[in-house]
């Protein structure tokens, strides 16, 4: 069965440069959210998009922006880069139907700045 | 404050034997709960959810135990095999409405000995 892509798997990048990060959710999900984890932590919430509108927000930097585009897939640019941004970024797809939604994880990229 | 909670960071179990991992909530919001699996460098693997609405929920070799007056969750896992060894992490949502964002535990280290 088609996975979660995340586009690209690992990313390094200087202080104050810009970085963008993809993700193609499973076929026919109609959601995407975003997730950091840090050395050691558990993964925390940044955001989320439903049918192509921001349906949530979490621990954001005002530096991050996301957005879903028309085909669902979703990217997550990241400007002003700093040493604490390095972090695995997960993003995960789900289909609203139903009374709940599971969220299915892609493999994450994994961001060094340096 | 961390609000989905799994005091002990790992468990060793033998082979065979049963693997119980705990997690503990603190957010009476909460109406669905999810354990995830997950290698290093790789993003979370779905295992087994439990709504609110129910006290057990079992896929093969998993079981899921939710209490809801104690809010306290278990994770069995029946006969625990040496590829169980894993990080398992508890999460949890307030599925209803849009906002169905993940909140997660610090998560479980599983070692299986054969």
């Known amino acids: 069965a088609a996975g979660v892509i995340q586009s690209p798997r690992h990313l390094i990048k200087e202080k104050r440069e810009t970085a963008t990060l993809k993700c193609y959710p499973i076929?026919?999900?109609?959601?995407v959210y975003w997730y950091q984890q840090g050395p050691g932590q558990d993964p925390q919430f940044l955001i989320s998009?439903?049918?192509?509108?921001?349906?949530d927000k979490g621990s954001i930097p005002d530096r991050f922006s996301a957005q879903q585009f028309s085909d669902y897939h979703s990217e997550l640019n990241m400007s002003s880069l700093e040493l604490g941004d390095s972090a695995l970024y997960f993003c995960a797809s789900s289909s609203r139907q139903g009374y709940t939604d599971t969220q299915y994880f892609g493999p994450g990229t994994r961001l060094t700045v340096l | 404050d961390q609000q989905v909670k799994q005091n002990s960071p790992s468990l060793s179990v033998q082979e065979g034997r049963i693997s119980i991992l705990n997690c503990d909530y603190t957010?009476?919001?909460?109406?669905?709960f999810l354990w995830y699996k997950k290698y290093p460098a790789e993003g979370p693997t779905f295992l087994i959810s439990i709504s609110s609405i129910k006290d057990k929920n079992e896929d093969g070799r998993f079981t899921v135990f939710l209490n809801k007056s104690a809010k306290h969750l278990s994770l069995h896992i029946v006969p625990s095999q040496p590829g169980d060894s894993a990080v398992y992490f508890c999460?949890?949502?307030?599925?209803?409405?849009?906002?169905?964002?993940?909140?997660f535990g610090k998560g479980i280290t599983l070692s299986v000995r054969p």
């Open positions: 957010n009476s919001m909460f109406d669905y």
């Open positions: 076929p026919r999900h109609d959601t």
């Open positions: 998009f439903y049918e192509k509108m921001q349906s």
């Open positions: 999460a949890a949502s307030a599925a209803t409405g849009a906002n169905s964002k993940l909140t």
